[in-house]
């Protein structure tokens, strides 16, 4: 790992989200080296207290109380602190010192976002923010590149947390309002002051910058129409699941016509009715979900995890990363997409859970045969079940449920449970996918 | 628009997606030039047969037989010809004369993407292919970019439209494989030659690019371990159905450890049991999705549409505008996110259908009155339910649906209802998102 040069990385604020990033910098140093085509230096962390407790041990040599210093020799600033004030002028010095900034503020984009682009843009710096709007989920990126050469209609996000697992709460358990907000807020899900998140100021901020992204144009944060979640009721729950519906609190930006002719855009928050069969309909708990529609590429969703440090951190990573490549180009040594050089692994090394079909001959003690056959290649049965015989007479139908197994020790079994006299036909063998 | 320089972008190929990018660079130049900051000037189709009748009505003097001669003026070249030793030696010429490459080949990719990514590297030009995998979802650039500081644990993807297509019919319907093939065969959903999509070639194309990215490493597609659903049966469905999974040809790339320590990775395809609870199983149709496991990041999802010749050439003109705007960085130029400059327009320019709920009093003639005020108003009821009174003695509770309403229509009406002499209470107004 030798030869990179190195990229001064200044990281503004160490909470949960700034305090995994720096764990995630000097852990994976080599990997992002190799990835990057430079190393990532960590040159330090502002705080405002050296001595506050942080969620990761980091190096006590790496904290400074001076922002301004550590601003001033960075190539690459990363605003974690949050507030409006201090960051802004921190992120605005970084900038015009010719630094990119990586932020996680939504409340400082939903604000100041123009004025900081039009400051990037100014001196050729790079602004950029995933982390803002859906926590991990890649919307930002998505909507401004991807998307770029597209015109997109209407965005219809789930961007609160909260208030999805307390609607969510509602829906699926038949929680009253008051219940749901407890649970919610018991498991930390609600900030102190819930207002931000039961109000729709959160999601309001979100929908600014989702507007403002998808449209290519300024929407005010005061301009968005907001209306929270507090006054939604348990009747209004069942009503709309008796029409087939489904309560989700929405941020809404959407190309519109006015009464006039006017071509405009329309930012809005509420908790609206979806239909159950749509896809958002199925975002349960606290994740988050964007809806996007646009006239070529049709309708669009990106899923995931809204918060949460350990989530909220790959996002800035991965705008980090993204910005310091923007430092390598031109130069030597970019990375291809091919240098871990990782071996392809044959299908006997997958683990994964199996369902087995077998047509056995109805006789006793046939479970217990079939049973150790399994054992002797290193198969644990989960469940077994006997349906009725449709079959040939005198068969019985079994349906295994395998523990995880290694593929060549399953295929091991299926032969033998083949070669077996007690098993008149193997008819089905499907892998299990996507749990743990 | 005048002041942007001319980037010339040469097209090779017209069938559906090639005469859809075409269409979009000609009819949205205009735009296309404010996102960019310079012109992308459509140089040529490169196409075999001059006469040959296509999807969309373009200027005949942009097309030409002479592939190579188009390539060689061009700063950036959208290759949607297909096949392969052609369109390789092709894109090889436009990368070695600098020249950035857009393709959406994926059994090109498939096949030398580590070669052609090493070309594009050696000149410093950009080679990208998001429309090769999942048509317009937009899954290569955040792989790629948004979870580049991330590490990529398992990718599990629904990516073959046709097969997903017969899944679920078999599933939702209960239609025999037959059945099925013949409905999705019908639509235009099959091949002529079915075997790509049916024995999961397709797929395992994909399945290569997809381990690729997301490990940074080369994955041969002959590496990739692949059933297909022909052996799929109406009964493995039934079961799978009754023991809450649901049947899905995957795409998997994962990261493992073989039984001698061995870290790789397995690339695989094949028709899988998934939990009904999972994000997976609720993408119906010919729908793709993409769902990624990420140690930071956790579980994300990318949901669209996977074929199409106007949704793919979305993805294709993402990748087009992205490679543009790199050639203008550095110049002066450089568009910033609003450069549209559309006004914001008030709640009250919307228009959405809404589900009123009001307490009436329990009187003959009130559902008229109700209705008359509704239509005053020019709010159309789409339907009108009475349900049993559980309010105060003599009121009834009814729920409103309207067809689509402008907001302002809406809140005169609801003004009107709580000011009528019939009404006792309005006790929910919520507004239908999600609809066309």
Chains 1, 2 share one sequence.
């Not at 144009?217 to 301009?223: E, I, L, M, R």
């Not at 190309?255 to 349960?284: E, K, Q």
């Not at 990573?317 to 430092?327: E, N």
């Amino acid at each position: 790992m030798n030869g990179y040069r190195d990229l001064r990385v200044a990281l503004l604020g160490c909470g949960s989200v700034g305090a995994q990033v720096a764990r995630l910098l000097l852990e994976q140093g080599d990997e992002l080296a190799a990835r990057v085509g430079a190393r990532l230096h960590l040159t330090g962390i502002a705080v405002r207290d050296l001595d506050a407790p942080r969620d990761v041990d980091l190096p006590r040599e790496l904290f400074t109380t001076d922002a301004e210093q550590l601003v001033l020799g960075a190539d690459i600033v990363v605003e974690l602190m949050g507030g409006i004030e201090t960051a802004r002028e921190l992120i605005l010095r970084a900038l015009e010192s010719g630094a990119d900034v990586v932020t996680a503020n939504k409340a400082l984009i939903a604000e100041h976002g123009p004025e900081l682009a039009d400051a990037a843009e100014q001196v050729g710096a790079q602004l950029s923010y995933e982390a803002a709007v859906a926590g991990a989920i890649p919307i930002i990126r998505p909507l401004r590149e991807s998307l770029a050469g597209d015109h997109i209609t209407r965005v219809l996000g789930i961007v609160n947390g909260s208030t999805n697992y307390i609607l969510d709460r509602m829906d699926r358990f038949g929680d009253s309002a008051e219940d749901a907000m407890r649970v919610a807020s018991e498991l930390g899900y609600l900030e102190a002051d819930p207002t931000l998140d039961v109000e729709g100021y959160d999601a309001a901020q979100k929908a600014t910058i989702l507007a403002s992204i998808a449209f290519h144009t300024v929407v005010p944060v005061d301009a968005v129409y907001r209306e929270g979640i507090s006054g939604v009721t348990s009747a209004q729950i069942e009503a709309a699941r008796h029409a087939g519906y489904v309560i989700k609190l929405l941020a809404i930006a959407e190309r519109l016509t006015a009464a006039d002719g006017t071509t405009g855009v329309s930012a809005r928050v509420y908790p609206a009715l979806i239909s159950r069969d749509h896809p958002l309909a199925a975002v349960h708990g606290g994740k988050n979900a964007v809806f996007v529609e646009a006239e070529a590429a049709g309708e669009l969703m990106f899923y995931g995890a809204g918060a949460g440090g350990v989530e909220t951190a790959s996002a800035v990573l991965g705008d980090l990363v993204s910005a310091a490549r923007r430092h390598v180009i031109g130069g030597p040594g970019i990375p291809g997409s091919s240098h871990a050089d990782l071996c392809v692994l044959p299908i006997g090394e997958v683990s994964t859970s199996y369902q087995i079909m077998l047509e056995v001959r109805d006789l006793p003690g046939v479970l217990a045969e079939i049973a150790g056959l399994l054992a002797e290649h290193g198969v644990s049965a989960a469940s077994v079940e006997q349906t009725v015989a449709d079959g040939a007479e005198g068969t019985a139908t079994l349906v295994i449920g395998t523990h995880i197994s290694r593929e060549a020790d399953l295929a091991a079994t299926v032969d033998a449970l083949r070669g077996s006299a007690v098993v008149t036909a193997v008819t089905s063998v499907l892998r299990l996918e996507g749990g743990a």
